[in-house]
């Protein structure tokens, strides 16, 4: 079976401007969305339906005009334009807007991606945060979990098992800055580690019939790919 990870970023509103470059919010929108553009494969949506709906959305000096976040996609697509349609659809089902407020932009990877000679397709997507019915998109847990949970339903309908190991892999290429040379040393290193682990885990299940002492040397694996993907989120955190 194919298999993928599941990915999805955390979602940030554009509420508050950060910097005096930008003239209002929605400027900030306009911008973000020329960078995703800057490097994208492809595209989808109008994104000055979406610039209209925010001016009228920014009416307070907090309000929420729009809302942008990242979902990892399986690198072995190449129909771009379905994925993109079917992404759109599915978040504008699970967040009730309407999908001609969405703007999304699909990249095979990110800055670090290169320097390490990864592919990483992921789509970044920007949406305004009016529901159908003209209110206010307000999402809590529950909703954010049950997000996850369909968004799982989608990859398994499409065909792919879901490699939760494998994230540590795609989580520098969806916005973690790694500032220092050296630090960027020490991740590919231990991504390097990690994948040689993967391919011993692979190997271990394969064989995890034929002797029993396999399934100890496969828990002692897992347990150092733990470990890695520990040290991977000490050093997102510092960037």
């Not at 994948?195 to 040397?217: G, P, T, V």
Request: hydrophobic share 35%; glycine share 2%.
């Amino acid at each position: 079976m194919k298999e993928t990870i599941r990915y999805i970023s955390d979602f940030k509103y554009f509420s508050e401007i950060k910097s005096e470059r930008y003239k209002s919010k929605v400027d900030m929108v306009k911008h973000h969305i020329r960078y995703i553009s800057k490097s994208a494969i492809e595209e989808l949506g109008d994104e000055e339906e979406l610039y209209e709906m925010a001016k009228k959305l920014d009416v307070k000096y907090n309000s929420r005009v729009a809302l942008s976040f990242n979902v990892a996609i399986p690198n072995d697509v190449e129909n771009y334009s379905e994925w993109l349609e079917q992404v759109r659809d599915f978040f504008s089902e699970q967040l009730n807007i309407d999908k001609r407020y969405f703007f999304l932009a699909l990249h095979e990877q990110h800055e670090l991606g290169k320097e390490l000679g990864t592919v990483n397709k992921h789509i970044h997507l920007v949406c305004n945060t009016i529901t159908r019915e003209g209110k206010r998109l307000r999402l809590n847990p529950k909703d954010l979990s049950r997000i996850h949970k369909n968004w799982d339903y989608f990859l398994h309908s499409k065909g792919y098992r879901i490699f939760k190991m494998n994230e540590n892999e795609r989580i520098p290429h969806l916005g973690v800055l790694l500032r220092t040379r050296k630090v960027k040393e020490d991740y590919k290193q231990m991504l390097q580690a990690s994948r040689e682990m993967r391919d011993i885990q692979r190997k271990l299940a394969e064989n995890i019939e034929k002797d029993e002492n396999i399934e100890k040397d496969l828990e002692n694996v897992m347990e150092l790919s733990r470990k890695l993907d520990e040290l991977l989120k000490a050093y997102e955190e510092k960037g």
